[in-house]
């Protein structure tokens, strides 16, 4: 077995192909809050602003939303609003509690606190509410969630709801995986959404006011120069860590498969130097994994045995058996698919270890995860998520803005 053992990092076999290898040359991608700026934020004029924002929301230049917006004449803002993570996005916790902007002193509404949506009071005074935070592309990441939450809040006070929008870091172009069921929508599943959607935040924005019919006033302010097929390596933009543990765009784009396990009892790398490139548990055997999962040769993709120690989260301080992930062509490369493959393996591996029934908490699809359980193999379990998939992309042609 190839292996080294790392304290709150790891390292494996072989150099690492870059995501953005053979991309094309960055483009000048404007976002929905450059736009705004170059024309001297007159969609906004006369308004009373409640901004809902973190880290990830600034222009080009790396200037954040707050302080354009705190600047801008004949615009006025009175409130912020933060979701998990936190304005800075920094906090690893399960609750948030409200503060105050330190540059403005303007206060901070947490979003992820013992309130998930604006209440009356918050929004007191406010007649538009600004949406601007940096979406992954995978439905379980909550952002949306607190996107759609406050766009129901809106409309309940009849208040106008404006999305600076922003690419989908992992394209625009590609939508796989199961749908959420009908009725088990929650925080880490606001919408009927497969894992990957393929839309950014406006696109969004638009099917959640169509399809649960708020009425609302909606705006969404377009990205310019953005390409759907685009990664985000190809914007031109910098690049903000979305949430503590997303720091990188291979990161981002293994998330929609790997984040799936972490609710079951794997770590999925977080207290390591690399979340989301790696997964594993005491109980693994990592040689039989990679092995089987090679033999399968997945498009894209290769995996390798290694061992590793979080130093925090899951199995902190615990010497993990586990399995390093390297993308070897993005294009091809289809991480729901290797999500649910992996999920497969240890279901048929590992029976009485891995803990099944967890796999349910983001994967929200009983038929699905019956498959797993009874040990179909992929293209079998395809085929059980397919209609919904196909179903939803003709939802989705709706409500796209971008070519």
Request: negative net charge; hydrophobic residues 40%.
């Amino acid at each position: 077995m190839v292996s080294w053992c790392t304290v709150g990092s790891w390292v494996y076999a072989g150099e690492s192909a870059a995501p953005g290898s053979g991309s094309t040359p960055a483009a000048t991608v404007l976002t929905g809050i450059d736009v705004l700026e170059r024309d001297g934020f007159r969609q906004l004029a006369g308004r009373t602003i409640g901004l809902i924002t973190n880290q990830t929301g600034i222009n080009r230049s790396a200037v954040s939303d707050i302080q354009l917006l705190h600047a801008a004449a004949d615009v006025k803002l009175v409130a912020i609003f933060s979701p998990e993570h936190g304005l800075f996005g920094q906090l690893d916790v399960p609750l948030i509690e409200n503060s105050a902007d330190p540059a403005t002193g303007i206060k901070v509404y947490s979003l992820y606190g013992s309130n998930r949506r604006p209440t009356r009071e918050m929004l007191e005074g406010i007649d538009t509410l600004v949406f601007d935070i940096q979406d992954i592309g995978s439905r379980f990441y909550t952002y949306i969630s607190t996107m759609g939450n406050a766009m129901q809040a809106a409309a309940e006070n009849d208040i106008r709801f404006v999305v600076l929008d922003r690419p989908n870091p992992i394209n625009g172009s590609t939508v796989s995986g199961p749908v959420v069921d009908e009725g088990r929508q929650s925080f880490t599943g606001f919408h009927r959404l497969p894992v990957r959607h393929g839309m950014t935040t406006g696109e969004l924005a638009r099917m959640f006011n169509a399809e649960l019919r708020l009425g609302l006033a909606l705006e969404v302010i377009p990205l310019e120069g953005w390409r759907r097929s685009d990664f985000y390596d190809a914007s031109g933009l910098p690049w903000v860590n979305p949430s503590p543990n997303m720091r990188s765009l291979t990161e981002a784009l293994l998330y929609p498969g790997i984040g799936l396990l972490e609710t079951t009892n794997l770590s999925v790398g977080r207290g390591t130097d690399t979340p989301f490139e790696l997964f594993g548990a005491p109980w693994l055997d990592a040689d039989l994994l990679a092995r089987e999962l090679n033999a399968l040769k997945l498009p894209g993709v290769v995996f390798s045995p290694l061992q590793f120690t979080p130093d925090a989260s899951k199995f902190a301080g615990e010497l993990c058996q586990g399995v390093a992930i390297r993308i070897t062509d993005r294009e091809r490369f289809e991480p729901v698919r290797a999500g649910l493959v992996i999920a497969l393996q240890l279901r048929q591996h590992f029976p009485a270890q891995w803990e099944i029934d967890s796999y349910d908490r983001l994967l929200v699809n009983a038929a699905v995860l019956q498959a797993v359980r009874d040990g179909r193999n992929y293209e079998e379990t395809e085929r059980i998520f397919a209609p919904g998939l196909e179903e939803f992309k003709r939802r989705r042609a709706l409500y796209l803005i971008y070519p």
